[in-house]
T-cell receptor, first 115, second 116 residues
């Protein structure tokens, strides 16, 4: 059983470019979460999916951010017209909801640097 | 809205001593869960322990225990017999379960350094 995986692990992009990150949750985990963590801070919740349905979005998720989970398995997070303030670690997590543990299992993260 | 407060930005502890990391929370929801995660310098978030708001007993997991004081809205993490490998960032988090909300709210963390 593999853990949550995220790709790429690192991304450097120029301001104004679009970027897309991918998250593969633990198999059979029907809930998938995205968080953003800036240096010296705790993770901040962005959004989560149950299967393919996006059930909650944080106010942090501006119009430039979009997340999808089209088949209820992997998810993508796209940031359009990146800004320097988008530089952060983007974390993905998953968990089951039926008879499973309460905790979320986190992936290694994608570190985004916007120059 | 939920809020987690961790008032210790950093702590130095001698190896083999017990350490308590403070966490207070604020929520108006009657049903919630409290979590502690460890984040080593490598960056991954490692789950340590969970406490439900209706749990009667304090949670324990090996060397970790959670000192849950509901009236004070505190959920301190106690690590017994600290080890060098315990050096890391520690985050307290909460999930309030009303209205379909399921995202975790994290505190700013405590940087724990275990000294030999």
């Amino acid at each position: 059983d593999t853990g949550v995986s995220q790709n790429p692990r690192h991304k450097i992009t120029k301001r104004g470019q679009n970027v897309t990150f991918r998250c593969d949750p633990i198999s059979e985990h029907n809930r998938l979460y995205w968080y953003r963590q800036t240096l010296g801070q705790g993770p901040e919740f962005l959004t989560y999916f149950q299967n393919e349905a996006q059930l909650e979005k944080s106010r942090l998720l501006s119009d430039r951010f979009s997340a999808e989970r089209p088949k209820g398995s992997f998810s993508t997070l796209e940031i359009q017209r990146t800004e320097q303030g988008d530089s952060a670690m983007y974390l993905c997590a998953s968990r089951p909801t039926r008879g499973g543990p309460h905790e979320q299992y986190f992936g290694p993260g994608t570190r985004l640097t916007v120059t | 809205a939920q809020k987690i407060t961790q008032t210790q930005p950093g702590m130095f502890v001698q190896e083999k001593e017990a350490v308590t990391l403070d966490c207070t929370y604020d929520t108006s929801d009657p049903s919630y869960g409290l979590f502690w995660y460890k984040q080593p310098s490598s960056g991954e978030m490692i789950f340590l322990i969970y406490q439900g708001s209706y749990d009667q007993q304090n949670a324990t997991e090996g060397r970790y225990s959670l000192n849950f004081q509901k009236a004070r809205k505190s959920a301190n993490l106690v690590i017994s017999a600290s080890q060098l490998g315990d050096s890391a960032m520690y985050f307290c988090a909460m999930r309030a379960q009303a209205r379909g909300a399921d995202g975790l709210t994290f505190g700013k963390g405590t940087h724990l350094i275990i000294q030999p």
